[in-house]
């Protein structure tokens, strides 16, 4: 079946640290690829995204690269600042099983300065 | 744009009561919302998809008699949560998608504690 898989925290970086969250999916169809982000006591708010092979989704500074030879969405940011901190989740959507959602099981950020 | 909204933002209830959770889509139309439910530290559970005008698919383990769905509109889904119980005390996040498009545009969540 479908699934993502995160690496697991919780990672706790210096200000201006590079930052690297795995992720890797298993997906029957031809996934869309995810990045999202959550502040403490808030929803989820769309970080990036790429919709096929080799596409690279950026935003903020972070960068994600649809790997599909890997089946991995690594998450990276070469200058991590305190307001990165957040729990990230990465996820798939695939076309066939009617745009459903699979979330991998988050990753808390904590940037100390 | 793709704004979703809902309300409330926090509630406190007490058991045996019903709670209403509204969410909705303020600058799109939204052909299909979705429920979910993240516990502490925990990941996004989804609980079910709704479409416009029709019934609500529930996922496996979720009781449909409880979290009643309706999507009465394009903008608009509610979520209510009858005879809560303090194990219904959870973040509520629902989410809704353009019609033909593959993302998801999350509401801000609502905070159930039942007491």
């Known amino acids: 079946g479908d699934s993502v898989t995160q690496m697991e925290g919780p990672v706790t970086l210096s200000e201006e640290a590079f930052l690297t969250i795995n992720c890797t999916y298993t997906a029957t169809g031809y996934p869309s690829l995810f990045w999202y982000v959550q502040y403490p006591g808030e929803g989820l708010q769309l970080l990036l995204k790429a919709t096929k092979a080799d596409d690279k989704g950026s935003n903020k500074g972070f960068e994600a690269t649809y790997r599909k030879e890997t089946t991995s969405f690594h998450l990276e940011k070469g200058s991590v600042q305190v307001s990165d901190s957040a729990v990230y989740f990465c996820a798939l959507s695939v076309e066939n099983t009617g745009n459903q959602f699979y979330f991998g099981t988050g990753t808390s950020l904590t940037v100390i300065p | 744009g793709a704004v979703v909204s809902q309300h409330p933002s926090r509630v406190i209830c007490k058991s045996g009561t019903s709670v209403k959770i509204e969410c909705r889509s303020l600058?799109?139309?939204?052909?299909?919302m979705f429920w979910y439910r993240q516990f502490p530290k925990q990941s996004l559970m989804l609980m079910a998809t709704s479409n416009e005008g029709s019934k609500a698919t529930y996922e496996q383990g979720v009781e449909k008699d409880k979290f009643l769905i309706n999507h009465a509109s394009l903008t608009l889904s509610t979520l209510t949560v009858t005879s809560a119980h303090p194990e219904d005390s959870s973040f509520y996040i629902c989410?809704?998608?353009?019609?033909?498009?593959?993302?998801?545009?999350f509401g801000p969540g609502t905070r159930l504690t039942v007491l």
């Open positions: 600058d799109f139309q939204a052909t299909t």
């Open positions: 989410s809704a998608r353009l019609a033909g498009g593959a993302s998801q545009y």
